[in-house]
Every structure is written in structure tokens, then in C-alpha cells.
């Protein structure tokens, strides 16, 4: 049974850090791509950042470049997504999914599989 469950969100303060984790189940993680995605209280869901079989393949929105670092550790079966430099307008709820049919729809904007149910991040003073 797949699964990905996610952590770390909660409360911080502008300019603040958090790091996210998402642990899997159910598959091989060296072997998929998993992509953390958000949406923002009134939003459409956004893609944040993708991490492919390979770690050295990511790619990040514009908007956390340079500020979000995604990273996994297949021994442990969990994808990270360090938050640094945080801002009031990156408060969503964030979520963690995997493309297990064609592996590479996270870098082409297409639909995933099987998704988390998400954690809660808020940025405010």
C-alpha cells in the first residue's frame, strides 16, 4: 500500500526556517520522483519542488528559488523540503505525491498518483 505522510509544518515567524519531511511507503523511493506541492488559503494548488530518482534532478518554482531546498535520504524513505527565508505568502498547506505510472509527471506539471494529507505551514508574526 502506498503512502506518504508528511511533518514538520507549524508556526513561524518572517524570515523563519522549517523543514518538512515526507516519509513513504509502499514503494521504492530510489527508484520514483516525489514532488511537494502547496495551496494557499483561496488558491489553486502550486507546485513547489520536484526531486527525481536521481537527487541531482530538481527543479523548484520561481517563487522559493533560492530559499527552498529539496533533498531525500532513500535509507530512510523521506523526502525533505528545508524551508529557509520564509514569508507571510508561503502560509499553505504543503503536500507531498509521487508519479508511480509514468515517474516523471512532477517535472512536466502533470497529474500525481498518490498524495499525503498535507501539513499546515504559517508564516506570521
Known amino acids: 500500500q502506498v503512502q506518504l505522510v508528511e511533518s514538520g509544518g507549524g508556526l513561524v515567524q518572517p524570515g523563519g526556517s522549517l523543514r518538512l519531511s515526507c516519509t513513504t511507503s509502499g514503494f521504492t523511493l530510489d527508484s520514483n520522483t516525489i514532488g511537494w506541492f502547496r495551496r494557499a488559503p483561496g488558491k489553486e494548488r502550486e507546485r513547489v519542488s520536484c526531486?527525481?530518482?536521481?537527487?541531482?534532478?530538481?527543479i523548484y518554482a520561481d517563487s522559493v528559488k533560492g530559499r527552498f531546498t529539496i533533498s531525500k535520504d532513500n535509507t530512510k524513505n523521506t523526502v525533505y523540503l528545508q524551508m529557509n527565508s520564509l514569508k507571510p505568502e508561503d502560509t499553505a498547506v504543503y503536500y507531498c505525491?509521487?508519479?508511480?505510472?509514468?515517474?516523471?509527471?512532477?517535472?512536466?506539471?502533470?497529474?500525481?498518483?498518490?498524495w499525503g494529507k498535507g501539513t499546515l505551514v504559517t508564516v506570521s508574526s
Open positions: 526531486i527525481g530518482s536521481s537527487a541531482g534532478s530538481t
Open positions: 505525491a509521487t508519479d508511480l505510472t509514468y515517474g516523471s509527471n512532477c517535472f512536466l506539471g502533470q497529474p500525481m498518483d498518490y
